[in-house]
Nanobody
Framework: QVQLVESGGGLVQAGGSLSLSCAASGRALSRYYMAWFRQAPGKEREFVAAIAWSGGGTLYADSVKGRFTISRDNAKNTVYLQMNSLKPEDTAVYYC????????????????WGQGTQVTVSS
């Protein structure tokens, strides 16, 4: 079992930056492929970014490519999402997720989820 806890959300103006963290407990994070998803009100959960267990491979949604960066520190059992040049359409609850098998854009591939952290971008 892996427990995930996100932090770092908040309110920011358009063009600003936020850094999200996802702290894992229960098992070593190095065993898992990690991802960030987000869900805006009235919309389905969507993929944001994913990272391989080694940190060597990453995937990004086209909507965030070039603005967001996913990274991990296995020694600290933590995954990060640096978000720059934020837009109002980035407003959502952001979730981190873990799976032991592969990097994936599909939410069904992920076995463990955090409770989410709210990101609100004002125009």
């Amino acid at each position: 079992q892996v427990q995930l806890v996100e932090s770092g959300g908040g309110l920011v103006q358009a063009g600003g930056s936020l850094s999200l963290s996802c702290a894992a407990s229960g098992r070593a994070l190095s065993r898992y492929y990690m991802a960030w998803f987000r869900q805006a009100p009235g919309k389905e959960r969507e993929f944001v970014a994913a990272i391989a267990w080694s940190g060597g491979g990453t995937l990004y949604a086209d909507s965030v490519k070039g603005r967001f960066t996913i990274s991990r520190d296995n020694a600290k059992n933590t995954v990060y999402l640096q978000m720059n040049s934020l837009k109002p359409e980035d407003t959502a609850v952001y979730y981190c997720a873990a799976n032991p098998s592969s990097v994936s854009r599909r939410s069904v591939a992920y076995d463990y989820w955090g409770q989410g952290t709210q990101v609100t971008v004002s125009s």
